[in-house]
C-alpha cells in the first residue's frame, strides 16, 4: 500500500509539480476553447456551402471532410510540424496543434451539420420558400436551426473528444497538460505528475461532460 | 374581368414521361375551385406549378393577369407572396412557436415590422380560432390545429389566392370538420381558392366549380352538381362510383 502510495501519490513531488500542472490546465482549456470555436464554425460554413448544391463546391468540401476524418490527427501533425521547415515554413507547435485540431473538428462538424440538413423533411424548404423566402433565409431561418439542434449531441461528443486530443501536442513541445506532467515524471522519477494529469483532465472533463449531458437532454429533438 | 388565377396551356414533364398537358384552367375573383382526380393524376404539381415550387416545362401562369413565367427567379419570392399554399403534411417550422411560425415570412420576406407582423398573426390566428395557441409549439397542437395554424401562416401574407393541396388528407375524421370550417369562412369573405382534395361532401356545399383531372388532362368542368350529379365523360363516372363505394 504505501509503495502505491509512493508510486502514484508522493506529496513533495505532487507539491513540486503542481503549480506547472495549473498552468497547463490553462493551455489546455484555452487551445480547446479555440479548436472548438474555430472547427464548429467553419463546419457550419461549409455544410452551408455544401447546401448550395453546386459540384464545384460539393467535390472540395467532400474531399476536406473524409480525408481529415480518414488520417490519424498525430499524422497531419507530425507532418506539418517536421515537414513544413523544409519548405521553409517554420511554424510554433501550438499553432499547428490548433490547425490541425480545427481542421479535424471542422471535418466532423461540416459532415454532422449536413447530415441535419439533409435529414430535414423537404416539407419545410417548400414551406418556406412558398411563403416568399429565398434560399438563404431558408437555410438560416428554418433548416440551419433544426439542423444544429439534430446535431448537438455528435457535436458535443466530437468536441469532447477533440480537447482530449490537444494531450497530441505533447509530441511537438506544447505545454500542455500531458507534456508537462510526463516530463516531469521522466525527471523525478515518479508517476505521480501523471495522477496529477489525469487529476486534471477531471477538472476539466467532468463538468464538461455533465454540461454535454443536459445540453443533449435540453436539445434532442422531441416529435 | 381578368381572373384572379389563369392556368394557360401548361405542360409538365419529368424527364420523359409528360405529367400534366396542355392544361387551361381559369380561377375567377372568389370563386373556389375544387380538384378531383386519381392519384397520380398530376393535381400536386399542377397546384405547385401556380407558385413554381414545380417549374412548369411549357405554358403560362396568370396571378392577377401578370404571367408569372416571366418573372427573373429572383422576383419570384415576391411573386410567392401572391399565392398561399397549404400542405397536406402542414409543415410547422417545428423549432418555433405558433406565432413566429406565422410572423417569419411577414418581417422576412413582406419586410413587416415586429409589432405589426406580430399584430397581424395574432389576428390570423384568431380568424382559424387558435389566438390561444399562440405561444404553443407545433408539436403541442392536434393535427387539425396545426393545419389551421398553417392556413394562417399563408393567409398573414395577403396572398391573392390560396392553394390547398389536400389539406385534409392526414387528419383523423374527427378533425376534418374544424379546418372544412375554416376553408368555409375564407370563401365567405371572399378569398379565391383552388383547392385539391377529396372531400366530395365539402365540394358539393362550398365549390363553385369541379374540375376532374386524369391522366394529366382536365377531363371535365362544371358546377358541383353537374359533375357529381351528371358526369359527361366514361372516366368521370368511373373515378367518382370508386370514391364513392369506398366512402
Ligand atoms: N419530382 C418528380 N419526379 C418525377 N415524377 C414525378 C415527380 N413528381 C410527381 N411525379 C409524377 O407525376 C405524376 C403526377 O403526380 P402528382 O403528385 O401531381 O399526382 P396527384 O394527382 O397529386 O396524386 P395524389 O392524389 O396521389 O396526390 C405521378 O405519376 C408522379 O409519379
Ligand atoms: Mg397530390
Known sequence: MNRFLDTF?????FARYLPEVLAAIWTTLWLGVVVIVAGI????????????????????????????????????ILLIYFGLPALGITLSGPLVLILVLTAVLAAFAEEIFWAGLTALPRGQWEAGRATGLGFVQVLIFIALPQAVRMGIPSLVNRSLAITKMTALGSVIGVKEILAVSSSAQAVSGSATPLTLAAIAYLVIFLPAVVLARWLERRFTWKV | MTPMLEIAALEKRFGDTTVLRNIDLKVRRG????????????????????????????????????????????????????????????????????????????????????????????????????A????????????????????????????????????????????????????????????????????MGFAREAADRVVFMDGGVVVEQGPPEAIFGNPQHERTRAFLSRVSSHA
Not at chain 2, 93 to 119: C, D, F, I, T
Open chain 2, 31 to 130: 370563386e373556389l375551385v375544387f380538384v378531383i382526380g386519381p392519384s397520380g393524376s398530376g393535381k400536386s404539381t399542377m397546384l405547385r406549378c401556380c407558385n413554381r415550387l414545380e417549374e412548369p416545362t411549357s405554358g403560362s401562369i396568370f396571378i392577377a393577369g401578370r404571367n408569372i413565367m416571366n418573372a427573373l427567379s429572383k422576383d419570384l419570392n415576391s411573386l410567392r407572396l401572391q399565392t398561399g399554399m397549404v400542405f397536406q403534411g402542414f409543415h410547422l417550422y417545428p423549432h418555433m412557436s405558433v406565432v413566429r411560425n406565422v410572423m417569419l415570412a411577414q418581417v422576412k420576406a413582406l419586410k413587416r415590422g415586429e409589432a405589426e407582423a406580430k399584430a397581424r398573426a395574432m389576428d390570423m390566428l384568431d380568424r382559424v380560432g387558435l
Open chain 2, 132 to 199: 390561444h395557441k399562440a405561444e404553443a409549439m407545433p408539436t403541442e397542437l392536434s393535427g387539425g390545429q396545426q393545419q389551421r395554424v398553417a392556413i394562417a401562416r399563408a393567409l398573414a401574407l395577403d396572398p391573392k389566392v390560396m392553394l390547398f393541396d389536400e389539406p385534409t388528407s392526414a387528419l383523423d375524421p374527427e378533425l376534418v370538420g374544424s379546418v372544412l370550417k375554416v376553408m368555409k369562412d375564407l370563401k365567405a369573405q371572399g378569398m379565391t381558392m383552388l383547392v385539391v382534395s377529396h372531400e
Open chain 1, 41 to 76: 464554425a467553419i463546419g457550419l460554413m461549409l455544410a452551408c456551402l455544401r447546401a448550395a448544391r453546386k459540384w464545384w463546391l460539393t467535390l472540395p468540401i467532400v474531399i476536406f471532410a473524409d480525408m481529415l476524418r480518414a488520417l490519424p490527427p498525430l499524422v497531419l
Open chain 1, 9 to 13: 501519490f508522493a506529496p513533495q513531488v
